[in-house]
């Protein structure tokens, strides 16, 4: 079955640092979602990317979804411990209902 | 969390009795997803239901565990004569349209999760 792959699987980073996490598939994908879960939390919503190339925007965050159709990008600029959690990529999984979700990337902010 | 609840938000029931959990989607979603996760892992897609019907259970155990989204009132996932595995967390998630639909709108909106304890 279609899988994502998320890297890193986790990162420390200073704060103010710019932080780059990616999240690729062996199989094409029609719809990018990218989610941050705080601990105890829910997901909540963060970017979602409908077409091929786009690049989306949520304030210090930037999303892209890859050409191929096999990856997508999560950027955050200025990183501040708030930033702290696990994001997730997720997708509709072709002919199915699914959603399928990545192995997350657990980000760690040093103040 | 968009307006997803979830009730209880923790649950702690001994081997053997039954647990349900309880997910009210957004106002105007008629799309409900279960998943579940365990501790320091990803969220594991459990059932796909619209208003009265089961579209895709293929990711729950087919003993213990069923799900309903009735006409009225909330989806209800249900956990008959839990074991200790089946501790996790377990989060509702909403949608307004089918998967894959096209047109820019596939979502979900989760709930906070209720986490059940077997003891």
């Known amino acids: 079955g279609q899988q994502l792959n998320q890297s890193p699987q986790s990162m420390f980073i200073q704060e103010g640092e710019d932080v780059s996490m990616n999240c690729t598939s062996s199989s094409i994908f029609n719809t990018w979602l990218w989610y941050k879960q705080d601990p105890g939390e829910g997901p909540v919503l963060l970017i979602a990317?409908?077409?091929?190339?786009e690049l989306t925007s949520n304030g210090r965050l930037t999303a892209q979804f890859g050409i191929t159709r096999k990856d997508s990008f999560l950027n955050i600029s200025a990183s501040i411990p708030s930033d702290v959690g696990i994001y997730f990529c997720?997708?509709?999984?072709?002919?199915?209902?699914?959603?399928?979700f990545g192995t997350g990337t657990r980000l760690k902010v040093l103040a | 969390n968009a307006g997803v609840m979830q009730n209880p938000r923790h649950l702690v029931r001994r081997r053997g009795q039954e647990a349900r959990l309880r997910c009210s989607p957004m106002k105007g979603h008629s799309h409900v997803y279960w998943y579940r996760q365990l501790p320091e892992e990803g969220l594991k897609f459990m059932v796909y239901?619209?208003?009265?019907?089961?579209?895709?259970e293929s990711g729950m155990p087919k003993e213990r565990f069923s799900a309903e989204f009735p006409k009225e009132g909330p989806s209800i996932l249900r956990i008959q004569q839990v074991v200790r595995g089946d501790s996790a967390a377990y989060f509702c998630?909403?949608?307004?349209?089918?998967?894959?639909?096209?047109?820019?709108?596939?979502?979900?909106?989760f709930g906070p999760g209720t986490r059940l304890t077997v003891l």
């Open positions: 998630a909403s949608s307004p349209v089918t998967p894959t639909s096209g047109g820019g709108t596939d979502t979900q909106y």
């Open positions: 990317l409908y077409k091929a190339g």
């Open positions: 239901l619209q208003k009265e019907n089961i579209i895709d």
């Open positions: 997720a997708g509709p999984s072709s002919g199915t209902y699914k959603y399928i």
